[in-house]
């Protein structure tokens, strides 16, 4: 008998939290195997849980030193089940919104989901066009001395326009503002005087003039010379980055990413650690063409309070749609599973050459849910870094 998705999941919270004995247990019951046969899974299923999530074991004490646990009933065990799922319930909303949650164990049950095989399209998708001429004077503006990133996203916030601009419909779109640019040029000069630590040595991007078409479809003879980053041995996902100079292009390559539908997801993430306040800059590219450009803060809401339980971005640390003019993005499943492709103007991402900056990436799939449908957590199919210890690059 094989495990459903419910019964991995809490083994390995049982691990996280160094319940050998509990683990061993759950996959008793669950698998119907004898005692021999769970220990050895398990033991297994540790090992590669300390590969794939290490941050997740740093202060625990070795497996071996585990003290006895007292027999668990069926009755209790139900109940906490009942309760866990509830707490999980009451925070599906903040799982979706958040962008650090680890990825579930990749067993042979959980991705069940991949194995669905899709007929390559026919033809190509839509392709995204690079303009030839960029108007540097939408993204940047001239500093006074006294300007910081920080004093002018506070006087972005106390904005008549912006408060206007966040709480309409328009708020996803292109922000043109004079005090967004300045905010950018801010931005731009501090990373500009970044450095990585001495004990780093950057990933080098490679500079390439081979032009790419943005169609979701990942070419040899555009990307053959680009910087190849394989982000999951097991289910070879891979990253792609090259640069011309002018633009910073990625590719990711997701062979296990088989289905249509489902929220199949590239986010690549720059800036992290740039200063107190800027948790990050970061594109999405989802399951079509186009791209979406957010910055993420740690500045909250300093007018008036709310005067509706709608306005939660009053509420919460601020993050901003549309920073990026010059950004695209598409995806496609042309070659029988999902691959996309995207560019950044790279002035207007304040990336220089030359210059350290920092990037990680997560490319997500469809999440994993119990058996009545409901939300447990996000499932990747690749992560390359995290915010708390994001990747160098420098071309």
Same mark, same amino acid.
């Given at each position: 008998?094989?495990?459903?998705?419910?019964?991995?999941?809490?083994?390995?919270?049982?691990?996280?939290k160094?319940?050998?004995?509990?683990?061993?247990?759950?996959?008793?019951?669950?698998?119907?195997?004898?005692?021999?046969?769970a220990?050895?899974?398990?033991?297994?299923?540790?090992?590669?849980?300390?590969?794939?999530?290490?941050?997740y074991?740093?202060d625990?004490?070795p497996?071996?030193a585990e003290?006895?646990?007292?027999?668990?009933?069926k009755?209790?065990?139900?109940?906490?089940l009942?309760?866990?799922?509830?707490?999980?319930?009451?925070?599906?909303?903040?799982?979706?919104?958040?962008?650090?949650? $680890?990825?579930?164990?990749r067993?042979?049950?959980?991705?069940?989901?991949?194995?669905?095989?899709?007929?390559?399209?026919k033809?190509?998708p839509?392709?995204?066009?690079l303009?030839?001429?960029?108007d540097?004077?939408?993204?940047?503006?001239?500093?006074?001395?006294?300007?910081?990133?920080?004093?002018l996203?506070?006087?972005? #916030?106390?904005?008549?326009?912006?408060i206007?601009?966040?709480?309409s419909?328009?708020?996803?779109?292109?922000?043109?503002?004079?005090?967004?640019?300045?905010?950018?040029?801010?931005?731009?000069?501090?990373?500009?005087?970044?450095?990585?630590?001495?004990?780093?040595?950057?990933?080098?991007?490679?500079?390439?003039?081979?032009?790419?078409? #943005?169609?979701?479809?990942?070419?040899?003879?555009?990307?053959?010379?680009a910087?190849?980053?394989?982000?999951?041995?097991e #289910?070879?996902t891979r990253?792609?980055?090259?640069?011309?100079?002018?633009?910073?292009?990625i590719?990711?390559?997701?062979?296990?990413?088989?289905?249509?539908?489902?929220y199949?997801q590239?986010?690549?993430?720059f800036?992290?650690?740039?200063?107190?306040?800027?948790?990050?800059?970061?594109?999405h590219?989802?399951? $079509?063409?186009g791209?979406?450009?957010?910055?993420?803060?740690?500045?909250?809401?300093?007018?008036?309070?709310?005067?509706?339980?709608?306005?939660?971005?009053?509420?919460?640390?601020?993050?901003d749609?549309?920073i990026?003019?010059y950004?695209?993005?598409?995806?496609s499943?042309?070659?029988?599973?999902r691959?996309?492709?995207?560019?950044i103007?790279?002035?207007?991402?304040?990336?220089?050459?030359?210059?350290?900056?920092?990037?990680?990436?997560?490319?997500?799939?469809?999440p #994993?849910?119990?058996?009545q449908?409901?939300?447990?957590?996000?499932?990747?199919?690749?992560?390359?870094?995290?915010?708390?210890?994001?990747?160098?690059m420098v071309?």
């Amino acid at each position: 008998m094989e495990l459903t998705s419910l019964q991995a999941y809490d083994i390995e919270k049982a691990l996280i939290k160094g319940r050998t004995i509990d683990a061993v247990k759950l996959y008793r019951e669950g698998t119907g195997c004898d005692l021999r046969t769970a220990k050895t899974e398990i033991d297994k299923r540790l090992a590669a849980l300390k590969t794939q999530k290490p941050h997740y074991f740093n202060d625990l004490p070795p497996t071996h030193a585990e003290p006895a646990k007292p027999k668990i009933s069926k009755t209790f065990l139900v109940k906490f089940l009942l309760i866990d799922t509830l707490i999980f319930g009451g925070l599906i909303y903040y799982f979706f919104l958040s962008d650090n949650n $680890s990825p579930a164990p990749r067993d042979a049950n959980q991705s069940a989901q991949y194995e669905q095989k899709v007929p390559a399209s026919k033809g190509r998708p839509k392709s995204a066009s690079l303009p030839n001429h960029v108007d540097t004077s939408t993204y940047t503006a001239t500093l006074s001395p006294e300007d910081s990133f920080d004093s002018l996203y506070n006087t972005k #916030l106390s904005n008549t326009a912006y408060i206007r601009r966040k709480s309409s419909s328009n708020s996803s779109s292109y922000d043109d503002s004079n005090i967004e640019r300045k905010i950018k040029t801010a931005r731009s000069q501090l990373s500009l005087r970044r450095s990585a630590s001495s004990n780093i040595t950057p990933q080098k991007i490679a500079l390439h003039k081979t032009s790419i078409t #943005l169609d979701g479809i990942i070419e040899d003879s555009e990307w053959a010379a680009a910087t190849s980053l394989l982000v999951d041995t097991e #289910l070879n996902t891979r990253l792609y980055f090259k640069t011309d100079g002018k633009w910073l292009y990625i590719a990711c390559d997701a062979p296990q990413e088989k289905t249509q539908g489902g929220y199949d997801q590239l986010r690549v993430y720059f800036h992290a650690g740039l200063t107190d306040d800027l948790i990050n800059e970061r594109i999405h590219i989802g399951r $079509s063409s186009g791209l979406t450009s957010i910055r993420q803060t740690t500045f909250r809401w300093a007018g008036d309070p709310p005067t509706s339980n709608e306005e939660r971005w009053k509420k919460y640390p601020i993050s901003d749609w549309g920073i990026y003019r010059y950004a695209y993005g598409t995806s496609s499943m042309t070659s029988g599973h999902r691959q996309y492709e995207a560019a950044i103007l790279l002035e207007e991402a304040g990336i220089h050459e030359g210059v350290p900056f920092t990037v990680y990436a997560e490319i997500e799939t469809d999440p #994993l849910k119990n058996e009545q449908g409901k939300f447990i957590e996000r499932q990747y199919l690749g992560e390359w870094g995290d915010r708390n210890n994001p990747m160098w690059m420098v071309f």
